[in-house]
């Protein structure tokens, strides 16, 4: 005999609007982080989604971790070392930002590089140059020739 599922207690899930609203994240981004399997949300009789509370912390969890850079693939691996049916902790963003960290030095140190860089390249309109350490380190186009090598022309339909 098949049985019945439980009836889902409301006052302990939140509609998707209702996590939305709290969370500041739109719908659509909620809809979108459920199909990369960020968050989870259960089906009510009357087929709408509804969620734990603990998706809140979940949703925070992501943002931050976007807002400091990290790659959705790379939050999505980390989401799925947790259990999925609590809140990420203290503890637990301690430790995976701890593993985050060299890879946020390292974009860092390139970004630090680009910028004290990047007054050599600006406006220079060749990038065969043999000072450009951003698009020719080393000048190693200039055994094709003089000129830019990397150039893209788009040629008009009236030429």
């Not at 186009?141 to 003089?146: E, I, K, V, Y």
């Amino acid at each position: 005999m098949k049985s019945k599922p439980e009836p889902i207690d409301r006052s302990a899930t939140l509609s998707v609007g209702e996590v939305a609203q709290r969370s500041g994240v739109p719908v659509s981004t909620l809809h979108f982080y459920e199909s990369k399997g960020l968050i989870t949300s259960h089906r009510a009789p009357s087929n709408h989604r509804r969620y734990a509370r603990d998706v809140l912390r979940r949703v925070a969890f992501i943002r931050v971790a976007q807002r400091v850079g990290i790659a959705l693939a790379d939050i999505s691996d980390a989401l799925a070392t947790l259990p999925t049916s609590a809140a990420p902790s203290r503890a637990d963003w301690a430790r995976l930002s701890a593993g985050w960290r060299a890879e946020l030095d390292e974009r860092m140190a390139q970004l630090k590089k680009l910028r004290d860089t990047l007054d050599d390249c600006i406006g220079c309109g060749c990038l065969s140059i043999d000072r450009c350490r951003l698009r020719n380190p080393g000048d190693k186009l200039a055994s094709q020739g003089p000129g830019a090598r990397r150039l893209v022309v788009i040629q008009r339909a009236d030429d």
